[in-house]
């Protein structure tokens, strides 16, 4: 079955650090894939996504690029804020064909703390 | 206004009490999901529904049960409540618009405390 796997938490990081939260998945279709973020107290929200092989995702200074040959879809920032702490979660919808099963599977998550 | 809503927003209850929670969307999305969250775990499917007179089990519905009562509110009933039912319970919506490809657009969450 469809699987993610993201690196384990929690990460912690001084304020304009590089972030890179690794993220494999397994799928038997042809996924979209997506990274949403979860600040304190809050609902999900997604942060980008990308829907076909080399796509590249991007919102809020954050990248991911869908790498197929890799089953990989890493987040990335540059310089990261301690407004960007928060738990970020990787997760795909895998369009098999009939076009019925259009589920999220989710990784763990992960929780980032960016200090000043 | 928020675009999917859930109540209540926290809930403290007994063991073997029947507990429900409700959701509502004016996002106008046919597909309306159930997950809970626990710490470590991510977030597991409990049910969905993608019309009215479609709903389906997800990962683990033992313990739950859905009600579709319109297009716009999905609601989760867990019919004797137990402890390890403690957990925070989101509500998702989604389109089949192939250029959302599956996006899933969450409540703000109810969290449970099954005493």
């Known amino acids: 079955g469809d699987s993610v796997t993201q690196m384990e938490g929690p990460v912690t990081l001084s304020e304009e650090a590089f972030l890179t939260i690794n993220c494999t998945y397994t799928a038997t279709g042809y996924p979209s894939l997506f990274w949403y973020v979860q600040y304190p107290g809050e609902g999900l929200q997604l942060l980008l996504k990308a829907t076909k092989a080399d796509d590249k995702g991007s919102n809020k200074g954050f990248e991911a690029t869908y790498r197929k040959e890799t089953t990989s879809f890493h987040l990335e920032k540059g310089s990261v804020q301690v407004s960007d702490s928060a738990v970020y979660f990787c997760a795909l919808s895998d369009r098999r064909s009939g076009g019925s099963n259009y589920k999220l599977t989710f990784g763990k998550g992960t929780l980032l703390t960016v200090n000043p | 206004d928020a675009d999917v809503t859930q109540t209540p927003r926290n809930r403290i209850t007994k063991t073997g009490k029947r507990i429900m929670l409700e959701c509502s969307q004016t996002k106008g999305h046919d597909r309306m999901y159930w997950y809970r969250q626990d710490p470590g775990l991510g977030l597991r499917l409990i049910y969905y529904s993608f019309d009215v007179k479609d709903i389906n089990k997800g990962e683990i519905s033992d313990g739950y049960s859905v009600s579709r009562q319109a297009q716009a509110k999905f609601s989760l009933s867990l019919e004797s409540a137990i402890p390890n039912q403690t957990a925070l319970y989101f509500c998702?919506?989604?389109?089949?618009?192939?250029?959302?490809?599956?996006?899933?657009?969450f409540g703000p969450g109810t969290r449970l405390t099954v005493l």
């Open positions: 998702a919506t989604s389109d089949l618009t192939p250029r959302l490809a599956n996006e899933q657009f």
